[in-house]
């Protein structure tokens, strides 16, 4: 429960303020073109308002709504969230968003989504300057990496170190190692003390190699224990710190990436088991190799959730050795720009997969970007998200969808194009469909978490 609330508290946090700086962002410009703003609301709030005030001398209502699916402001002369037709039947005001030339209007709309860029992009400079950049270097993983049975048969082996793609040499280990093996044609291993190159079909598909079991590619992690949690069946079998377990139920193994295979395996026969043969499927046989003394077999009765209770030893943290880079301020305006440009170009280019099975059943609403946040509170690791959520917001809304903003700057340059403005009719109408198929969106967004949840 107390990871749930810290992961709450990100979430809301985070969407807090990129909803507070993108309605800014609207609000800005409107404030710049003397337009009026008669409400900015934080959340949405049909039939209800948590709280609001209007400061004297000003035109705007500031409000907390109650349901967190976004905000917005009120724009005079406009149709938006708020469908206010009756405002839209009286005569055009010079202080309304209609009465503006489209040049205006245009900076209006597109005012929200250039803040949650420039926003990202200024975070992350700010997280370089701030914390700088650790990772760990591909060459000094030495364990190498464990693969699947559809890498191996490309001619990818357990242990090799992936170097580099198409040209482009790995850095580090990171979600875009696998967007550009899925579309490489020859991928650089080293192996021993020998660079081979080995050659890919280049149209792989990235969420089939992820979601797999076990992956396209991870970390080769030796399955050797690290520590061990009191009175846990690992404990009371007698397994301690540098054990070295070798086979579970008689399958051997060699790592944990083996491990976790095998216990994948033991996941899919409980999902159709009696609750008998569920019982029994607890009782388990382990050979364990220690230091000093011959493979030792023993009995274990596992926990209810079919766990050992034992932390295996993570060689990211203890064997490999990792840089920091650090950035002065000057350097980091322009790292924070290309890595937030980085982020977004592999955002966009995933975008594709959303059109397959899989794409769509990944398809999540707060749940799945709340699970994004870690369980502890990481300062780093918040504003990083931030920034992508930011750089996501961006896109979407920019997308030329009625309801959008990017719907109301397709509507704008048609009229800068053809010189005739689009009827409030039409306009009504087009908002009233966008808000159904986001609607529509969410609520299959929203079903996917809870389904995932579930399941």
């Not at 696998?178 to 050659?199: M, N, Q």
Request: glycine share 8%; hydrophobic share 45%; charged share 20%.
């Amino acid at each position: 429960m107390e990871v749930f609330f810290i992961r709450a508290l990100q979430l809301i946090l985070c969407f807090s303020l990129l909803i507070i700086l993108h309605e800014g962002g609207h609000f800005f410009f409107a404030k710049l073109f003397k337009v009026r703003v008669e409400k900015f609301c934080l959340f949405f709030d049909p039939w209800l308002t948590l709280f609001k005030f209007k400061p004297r001398h000003s035109d705007t209502t500031y409000a907390l709504g109650w349901l967190p699916l976004g905000g917005y402001v009120k724009i005079a002369g406009m149709i938006d969230e708020s469908m206010d037709t009756a405002q839209m039947k009286q005569p055009v005001k010079p202080w309304e968003f209609r009465a503006k030339p489209a040049w205006q209007r245009l900076f209006i709309m597109i005012g929200g989504v250039l803040v949650n860029f420039i926003v990202a992009f200024v975070i992350y400079a700010a997280v370089l300057y701030t914390w700088g950049e650790t990772y760990v270097p591909m060459r000094n993983m030495t364990y190498g990496f464990k693969f699947s049975n559809q890498a191996k048969s490309m001619g990818f082996r357990d242990g090799d170190i992936l170097l580099g793609a198409d040209g482009k040499t790995f850095t580090k280990f990171d979600g875009s190692v696998y967007r550009v093996l899925s579309e490489a044609k020859c991928a650089t291993v080293l192996r021993g003390d020998k660079e081979i190159s080995i050659h890919m079909p280049g149209q792989l598909n990235m969420l089939e190699m992820i979601k797999q079991q076990p992956r396209f590619i991870e970390p080769l992690v030796p399955s050797l224990v690290d520590s061990v949690i009191p009175n846990s069946p690992a404990a009371k079998a007698g397994i301690r710190s540098g054990d070295r377990i070798t086979s579970f139920n008689g399958q051997s193994f060699t790592t944990v990436n083996d491990f976790n295979t095998i216990r994948g395996k033991l996941t899919d026969i409980l999902a159709v088991a009696t609750h008998k043969d569920s019982v029994a499927l607890r009782n388990a046989t382990l050979v364990v190799q220690r230091a000093t003394t011959p493979p030792d077999t023993l009995h274990v009765t596992l926990n209810a959730d079919y766990t050992l209770g034992i932390g295996w030893y993570n060689p990211l943290t203890n064997d490999y050795k990792s840089i920091t880079r650090h950035y002065t301020a000057l350097q980091s305006i322009p790292a924070g720009f290309a890595h937030g440009w980085e982020v977004l170009a592999g955002y966009v280019d995933d975008l594709k997969y959303l059109f397959t099975a899989d794409g769509a059943k990944s398809v999540g609403s707060f749940g799945a970007i709340g699970s994004l946040f870690p369980t502890t509170w990481d300062w780093c690791r918040f504003w990083e998200l931030t920034a992508f959520i930011s750089l996501m917001l961006a896109f979407m809304n920019i997308l030329p969808i009625p309801a959008l903003d990017g719907g109301h700057v397709f509507f704008l340059l048609i009229e800068v194009i053809t010189r005739r403005k689009p009827s409030d009719k039409f306009m009504e109408r087009a908002q009233t469909i966008g808000m159904t198929l986001l609607l529509l969106l969410m609520a299959f967004a929203i079903f996917n978490d809870f389904r995932n949840f579930l399941f």
